[in-house]
Nanobody, 121 residues
Framework: QVQLVESGGGLVQPGGSLRLACTASGSTLDLYNIGWFRQAPGKQREGVSCFNTADGSTYYADSVKGRFTIFRDIADNAVYLQMNSLEFEETAVYYC??????????????WGQGTQVPVSS
């Protein structure tokens, strides 16, 4: 069973940074690539980044390349998304989920609560 919990969201100013955590239960990180998606108000859910926990391969959406970094911490059993130089347009609810390296979710029928990231001054 996939069990993932998002945390770390919160108000951040434009140009600021935030680190999101996706904490897994059990052996989830051994079974799936794990990544981040976001849904801005009035928009469809968008793939942001994906991490291949087997070999470290990554995917980044073009809009976040050079600013966001996805990485795994084995001790924490978590995948993190470090977000730098955040922009107003990146205000969204951020979700983590199993993913492929083209930026799509493996399963689109089950999402967690996500964590809110309002980018505002």
């Amino acid at each position: 069973q996939v069990q993932l919990v998002e945390s770390g969201g919160g108000l951040v100013q434009p140009g600021g940074s935030l680190r999101l955590a996706c904490t897994a239960s059990g052996s989830t990180l051994d079974l799936y690539n794990i990544g981040w998606f976001r849904q801005a108000p009035g928009k469809q859910r968008e793939g942001v980044s994906c991490f291949n926990t087997a070999d470290g391969s990554t995917y980044y959406a073009d809009s976040v390349k050079g600013r966001f970094t996805i990485f795994r911490d084995i001790a924490d059993n978590a995948v993190y998304l470090q977000m730098n130089s955040l922009e107003f347009e990146e205000t969204a609810v951020y979700y983590c989920a199993p993913c492929d390296l083209d930026g799509y979710p493996l399963f689109d029928d089950s999402w967690g609560q996500g964590t809110q990231v309002p980018v505002s001054s």
